[in-house]
């Protein structure tokens, strides 16, 4: 069956950098745009980034661009979220998603047309 597991998530000082990887099983991930959401205590579940299929295009929140990087390994069937110069406000559980489509937007990035969800892993910001 479809499987998205995340893994990578941990407790990093501001400033610092963490790597998320969703591993994705059951399905080609090749056919299939990924997301990555977030949601923070209290908070609803918010896009923060994803990637489309065969052009490999990325959309990223307005709060991470230039942050995260999102990027894809087919072959392997990864999925990967690089987070570097890390904050407070970015503290979550992360969460993969198979979208249901093959492309990639940021009127996209909802959970509206997200069909399969991993279980999420969660990323602390604290000094």
């Known amino acids: 069956q479809v499987q998205l597991v995340e893994s990578g998530g941990g407790l990093v000082q501001p400033g610092g950098s963490l790597r998320l990887s969703c591993a994705a099983s059951g399905f080609t991930l090749g056919y299939y745009a990924i997301g990555w959401f977030r949601q923070a205590p209290g908070k609803e579940r918010e896009g923060v980034s994803c990637?489309?299929?065969?052009?490999?295009?990325?959309y990223y929140l307005d709060s991470v661009k230039g942050r995260f990087t999102i990027a894809r390994d087919n072959a392997n069937n990864m999925v990967y979220l690089q987070m570097n110069s890390l904050k407070p406000e970015d503290a979550a559980v992360y969460y993969c998603?198979?979208?249901?489509?093959?492309?990639?937007?940021?009127?996209?990035?909802?959970?509206?047309?997200?069909?399969?969800w991993g279980k999420g892993t969660l990323v602390t910001v604290s000094s």
């Open positions: 998603a198979r979208a249901t489509t093959y492309y990639c937007s940021g009127s996209h990035l909802r959970a509206t047309y997200m069909d399969y």
């Open positions: 990637i489309a299929t065969s052009d490999g295009t990325t």
